[in-house]
């Protein structure tokens, strides 16, 4: 592609530099447009971002959903501005459901703290779980040996509530964490230790799940492994109380039994409830193949991603490549084992399965990596040679049916790199909120940033956006707002308006006509409108909804007349007096009266101009209000008098 646009430029010799350089970049974009793989397109787009982050680089792993919101989870490096007390702290935003920062704060030590995960605990706590080093700040459960896994429940506001370090003498990887049915809490990743929390050691690097109780304390502890190394990404609790989970083996030996097929295979194994193992499987070729994140129980089976280097064996469809980058493995298999159908993901570069697996629908799956390739399986890769010279990171999207066939895949990102964390939360299969880590950028920045348009606070940010089809999110048309029909802004000289809600609002945008009716102060669904004293007439008065995909059209307006009352107002300092509106009118005509607290009954009569009387009403209290229905009433001029205890009041209104 470079020398494509070189020999454009050169074609372009007889024009300025500028303009060759700008034909040139639109050449190489046309020839990345044409030389992507033809796969069918997704319809989702960012609806929302936002940027969170010190002065310092920081790094997002984990998001979980909270009641109004979300929250991130992930690390900052050199805490000075967030007043954490090491070098690598944890760091947590929360914020609410459109992004607006709520609170954040660092937890840690002295030593260095890796994030790993966290989740809720749907009582409106939170566990995460780290590795870390250190044994003091806010770790003061101590500390085992060289790393020990730190689990940590905090409430709603980020409080503490308990800490612990669990481990031995060795050091312990992931703190990876899931919600049992049972409330329990199942904690997983490696570790090199045999001694303190660690019941047992086969050889370096070992599979090590423990199960707490809310409060922490240790209900189980179990090891599996051999001599070779063992790692373990995901797990998932299965419908009969055990686990599933795809990890690692290096050799046939110790509790890793079957058939091993090259230097690094795919070990599967099911748990029983009380975690012995019911059964094990290996799969792989005669390359370094291995389990990683993603695996989910289905209802004949189960699937699981791997990584692969293999094109033999139980292996076929791996994207060949000089540097001998691995794919992403996609395996289904029965419940006991067999493969169903199996896939390789990716192209001639990197491709890591970061944020795992998800189900969808229509009994198919989507895959959320990071990919630096630019060819294959891969679509809409940002990658621009004069910016970078070579592919960095981006979020890839991959949607495969219920047997394993590619139906769309979409990249998502910066021209700088992009990095996921461990999970992404699934609102729906064409709504999805997703946090990364993102390089920021300056004002000039404009050809780096891709899909990023927040504002960074440092080297890396955390990048959170949802990613929706906005086609089914619009929100509705509001209904017609309620309020006054018809008013005397000189008795009424504000009016209030009220919208039921309507479905998928995020808020509310009103409109009054003409404007120089009044002023219009709006609070989400109601709106208060102060009259301009000049103005007499009619008024409508609308409402659209919007939220992050767009505005609805306008509602049904809501029409009131609006007018200035004629009342002579000079005996209402001895307790009587009229109040008639509106004048001119239309179709009513309201009575506002107060009367004499000695006498609190009168008759307000109504003649023509040659004296007879067409309407009589009987009113009572001290005060009240009578409307007259005019809608048969010929137009003209009418006298109407107030009468009651010997007083009188008498005035003209004109019917139209």
Not at 103 to 114: P, V
Request: charged share 20%.
């Amino acid at each position: 592609m470079y020398l494509y646009g070189i020999q454009f430029i050169v074609l372009l010799a007889n024009i300025t530099k500028k303009q060759a350089f700008t034909f040139s970049i639109f050449f190489i974009l046309l020839i990345l447009t044409f030389s992507q793989p033809s796969h069918a397109q997704n319809n989702m787009q960012i609806s929302w971002q936002a940027c969170y982050g010190t002065e310092w680089p920081d790094e997002a792993k984990s998001i979980v959903a909270t009641e109004d919101g979300y929250l991130i989870f992930g690390e900052v490096y050199y805490d000075i501005t967030m007043g954490g007390n090491g070098d690598q702290d944890i760091l947590i935003y929360r914020v609410d459901s459109t992004g607006n920062m709520m609170w954040s704060k660092t937890y840690g030590g002295s030593g260095a703290e890796y994030p790993n995960d966290i989740i809720a605990d749907n009582q409106g706590n939170f566990y995460f779980g780290t590795l870390s080093y250190s044994d003091d700040g806010n770790v003061q459960s101590g500390n085992h040996g060289e790393a020990d896994r730190w689990i940590v429940k905090i409430d709603g506001e980020g409080n503490i509530i308990w800490e612990h370090s669990y481990g031995g003498s060795g050091r312990e990887y992931g703190g990876y964490v899931k919600l049992l049915k049972n409330g329990n809490i199942l904690t997983y990743g490696a570790t090199t230790s045999s001694d303190g929390d660690v019941p047992v050691n086969y050889g370096y690097l070992d599979d090590w799940l423990m199960i707490i109780t809310p409060e922490g304390e240790i209900v189980q502890s179990r090891v599996y492994g051999n001599m070779g190394q063992n790692n373990i990404f995901d797990i998932v609790e299965t419908r009969d109380g055990g686990f599933f989970f795809a990890t690692k083996a290096e050799e046939v030996q110790g509790m890793v039994q079957g058939i091993h097929h090259g230097s690094g295979d795919v070990w599967a194994v099911k748990l029983t409830p009380e975690m012995e193992i019911e059964w094990q499987k290996l799969y792989g070729g005669s390359g370094y193949d291995y389990g990683n994140r993603g695996v989910l129980e289905l209802e004949d089976g189960y699937i699981f991603l791997g990584l692969t280097e293999s094109d033999d064996g139980d292996v076929s469809g791996l994207h060949p490549n000089e540097d001998n980058y691995p794919d992403i493995w996609v395996v289904r298999i029965d419940t006991i084992g067999n493969i169903m159908w199996q896939r390789c993901l990716g192209g001639t570069s990197y491709d890591y399965p970061s944020a795992g697996l998800y189900p969808t629908q229509d009994g198919g799956f989507i895959v959320v990596a990071e990919t630096m390739s630019e060819d294959g399986d891969v679509e809409g890769m940002h990658y621009l040679w004069y910016i970078t010279q070579t592919p960095r990171n981006d979020i890839w999207m991959v949607k495969l049916s219920a047997g394993g066939e590619l139906e769309w895949s979409q990249c998502y990102g910066s021209y700088v790199g992009d990095y996921l964390g461990y999970n992404v939360i699934q609102k729906a299969d064409d709504n999805w909120i997703i946090a990364a880590t993102v390089a920021t950028f300056s004002t000039d920045d404009s050809l780096k940033r891709g899909d990023v348009q927040c504002e960074g606070h440092g080297d890396y940010d955390f990048w959170l956006f949802n990613l929706k089809d906005c086609s089914h999110y619009q929100p509705a048309t509001p209904e017609t707002p309620t309020g006054p029909d018809t008013l005397c802004h000189t008795n009424d000289s504000t009016s209030v308006y009220t919208l039921a809600p309507a479905a998928g609002a995020w808020g509310y945008t009103w409109q009054l006509q003409p404007e120089e009716a009044g002023t219009l102060a709006q609070d989400s669904l109601t709106a208060t409108i102060t009259w301009n004293t000049g103005y007499q007439g009619e008024v409508q008065i609308s409402a659209a909804s919007y939220n992050d995909c767009g505005q609805s059209a306008y509602s049904e307006v809501k029409t009131t007349f609006v007018y200035t009352c004629v009342g002579l107002e000079e005996n209402m300092a001895n307790g009587f007096g009229l109040r008639v509106y509106p004048n001119p009118a239309k179709e009513w005509v309201t009575f506002n009266y107060q009367l004499p607290e000695s006498k609190p009954e009168g008759i307000i009569s109504i003649s023509d101009m040659a004296g007879k009387e067409i309407q009589r009403f009987a009113v009572s209290g001290k005060q009240g209000q009578q409307v007259w229905d005019i809608r048969t009433i010929k137009s003209g001029v009418y006298l109407y008098t107030l009468t009651a205890g010997g007083l009188q009041k008498t005035g003209k209104v004109v019917i139209n």
